[in-house]
Nanobody
């Protein structure tokens, strides 16, 4: 098991930037694929981005490509999501997740709210 705590959410105007952080504790951080998901009100949770164990491979959903960047620092047990050129449709609760693969996440944080105003 790994415990995940997100931070960095908030209110930002359209076109602005935010950087989300997710601090992990517990089992060895570098043994996990890490991901970010988001859930808007009344909608299903969606996979936004993920990164391999040593950061060599990444995945982004189409709507955030070129605007969001996922990265990790295994020495600090932290994964980041840099979000630029934010749009109102990016408004959601963002969740950090850890798992064994890009499609298998079984450890979740509590989420952090991101609100983008127009």
């Amino acid at each position: 098991q790994v415990q995940l705590v997100e931070s960095g959410g908030g209110l930002v105007q359209a076109g602005g930037s935010l950087r989300l952080s997710c601090a992990a504790s517990g089992r060895t951080f570098s043994s996990y694929v890490m991901g970010w998901f988001r859930q808007a009100p009344g909608k299903e949770r969606k996979h936004v981005a993920s990164i391999s164990r040593i950061g060599g491979s990444t995945y982004y959903t189409d709507s955030v490509k070129g605007r969001f960047t996922i990265s990790r620092d295994n020495a600090k047990n932290t994964v980041y999501l840099q979000m630029n050129s934010l749009k109102p449709e990016d408004t959601a609760v963002y969740f950090c997740a850890a798992g064994g693969g890009f499609t298998s996440f079984d450890n979740w944080g509590q989420g952090t709210q991101v609100t983008v105003s127009s």
